[in-house]
């Protein structure tokens, strides 16, 4: 199948990324798409990966081979029944979304399961939009196809092929087993994380005491409560029964740790524990999954000006492109003073190989 013209609806961190990676491993593909802001389009045709630099019409999508769908849920179902009357009978469309229950369900309302099949592009960041988009972002990412029994299984190859030379790892499953994998995985950790914040924020003080020593456990495991509002707001409604059935299982399993301090059953705190460990530990870490891999190292460096700046003129010289770069102020679960993040496993080995030379490097 030869993809000439894709158009993309929502051009923000998952769409940006997915443009841009297309467009680097095929420059001769034209690109269209609409965005809510006229000012995100402008951003993608100075960047070359887009055609037109403003708002285009509709119509303009009526001849694309592949129309990715990369808004919220809901509003990708709108698009849908907006673009059905202009679609060709070739066009392939998939969305990016978190959810599958709601557009699965529109698709065969406008019998368009022959044409559509789901996308999940299990990759992301706690930063949101297209100034945030980078064309590494799916690279060695998990994406999850969805497909009815109506959908070709020659589209689904070609497709699947398609994907997996812009180096995402392609995995197809229904709409069913999806979106209860996600509401487990990415859907309820969030709203953990969203919760635990809140939990800190009111259990601080006036003098901020929670909030100024807060350590590193605890902002990696918060991180991802830095996600649009509105997107999580949308899954939940959309993924709403799948997210309480991973309630109630979480409910158990957090009743477990709870019953274990109230009764100070040591034995069973260490079991808890190291199950929770040994599970953790086997996790593909360096593979972005629902829970991306954070390409990032640490080092000590000594107080002094001009410190950070060499480190940072050291990777520039060896074309290496730093994500992420700060200092550590509170390092109760972290060794080094320096934390560095980069876009690639392999600029990461690269990174550290240079650098462990003349610093002391903790990986």
């Given at each position: 199948?030869?993809?000439q013209?894709?158009?993309?609806?929502?051009?923000?961190?998952?769409?940006?990324?997915l443009a841009k990676?297309?467009?680097?491993k095929?420059?001769?593909?034209?690109?269209i798409a609409m965005a809510?802001?006229?000012?995100?389009l402008?951003m993608a045709?100075?960047?070359?990966?887009?055609?037109?630099?403003?708002?285009?019409?509709?119509?303009?999508?009526?001849?694309?081979?592949?129309?990715?769908l990369?808004?919220?849920v809901?509003?990708?179902v709108?698009y849908?029944q907006k673009l059905?009357?202009?679609?060709?009978?070739?066009c392939l469309?998939s969305d990016?979304?978190?959810?599958?229950?709601?557009?699965?369900?529109?698709v065969?309302?406008?019998?368009?399961n022959?044409q559509f099949?789901?996308?999940?592009?299990?990759?992301g960041?706690?930063?949101?939009?297209?100034n945030?988009?980078?064309?590494y972002?799916?690279?060695n990412?998990?994406?999850?196809?969805t497909?009815?029994e109506?959908?070709?299984?020659?589209?689904?190859?070609a497709?699947d092929a398609?994907?997996?030379?812009?180096g995402?790892?392609t995995?197809?499953?229904?709409p069913?087993?999806?979106d209860f994998?996600t509401?487990?995985?990415?859907h309820l950790?969030?709203i953990?994380?969203?919760?635990l914040?809140r939990f800190?924020q009111?259990?601080?003080g006036?003098d901020?005491?929670?909030k100024t020593?807060?350590?590193?456990?605890f902002?990696?495991?918060?991180?991802?409560?830095s996600?649009?509002?509105?997107?999580?707001?949308?899954?939940?409604?959309t993924?709403?029964q799948e997210?309480?059935?991973a309630?109630g299982?979480?409910e158990q399993?957090?009743r477990?740790f709870?019953t274990s301090?109230e009764n100070c059953?040591?034995?069973?705190m260490?079991s808890?524990?190291?199950?929770?460990k040994?599970y953790?530990?086997?996790?593909?870490?360096k593979?972005?999954?629902v829970l991306?891999?954070?390409?990032?190292f640490y080092?000590?460096i000594?107080d002094e000006?001009g410190?950070?700046a060499?480190?940072?003129?050291?990777?520039a010289e060896?074309?290496i492109?730093i994500?992420?770069?700060g200092?550590?102020h509170?390092?109760?679960?972290?060794?080094g003073?320096?934390?560095i993040e980069?876009?690639?496993?392999?600029?990461?080995?690269?990174?550290i190989?240079?650098l462990?030379?003349?610093?002391?490097?903790h990986?």
């Amino acid at each position: 199948m030869d993809f000439q013209k894709i158009g993309f609806i929502g051009l923000g961190l998952i769409g940006g990324s997915l443009a841009k990676s297309i467009k680097a491993k095929y420059p001769n593909t034209t690109l269209i798409a609409m965005a809510s802001r006229e000012q995100t389009l402008e951003m993608a045709h100075k960047d070359g990966v887009i055609e037109n630099n403003g708002f285009i019409p509709l119509t303009d999508f009526s001849d694309c081979d592949i129309i990715f769908l990369c808004s919220p849920v809901k509003i990708n179902v709108e698009y849908l029944q907006k673009l059905k009357p202009l679609l060709s009978p070739n066009c392939l469309i998939s969305d990016v979304g978190s959810v599958k229950g709601d557009i699965t369900k529109a698709v065969a309302d406008l019998q368009l399961n022959s044409q559509f099949v789901g996308g999940h592009p299990m990759a992301g960041s706690e930063s949101t939009g297209y100034n945030n988009a980078n064309k590494y972002l799916l690279e060695n990412a998990y994406y999850i196809l969805t497909v009815t029994e109506e959908f070709p299984k020659d589209k689904l190859k070609a497709f699947d092929a398609y994907l997996r030379t812009l180096g995402c790892l392609t995995m197809i499953m229904t709409p069913e087993k999806h979106d209860f994998a996600t509401a487990c995985i990415s859907h309820l950790p969030h709203i953990i994380a969203a919760s635990l914040v809140r939990f800190v924020q009111g259990a601080d003080g006036e003098d901020a005491t929670l909030k100024t020593i807060a350590a590193g456990g605890f902002r990696d495991i918060t991180r991802i409560a830095s996600s649009s509002p509105i997107m999580w707001q949308h899954i939940c409604s959309t993924n709403r029964q799948e997210i309480l059935n991973a309630f109630g299982l979480y409910e158990q399993s957090l009743r477990e740790f709870i019953t274990s301090v109230e009764n100070c059953d040591e034995e069973t705190m260490f079991s808890l524990f190291s199950s929770a460990k040994d599970y953790r530990d086997n996790l593909p870490v360096k593979k972005k999954g629902v829970l991306p891999s954070a390409y990032e190292f640490y080092l000590d460096i000594a107080d002094e000006t001009g410190g950070i700046a060499t480190i940072a003129t050291i990777l520039a010289e060896n074309n290496i492109n730093i994500k992420n770069i700060g200092i550590v102020h509170n390092r109760e679960f972290e060794q080094g003073v320096l934390r560095i993040e980069l876009y690639t496993q392999d600029k990461m080995e690269q990174a550290i190989a240079i650098l462990e030379k003349d610093y002391t490097v903790h990986k």
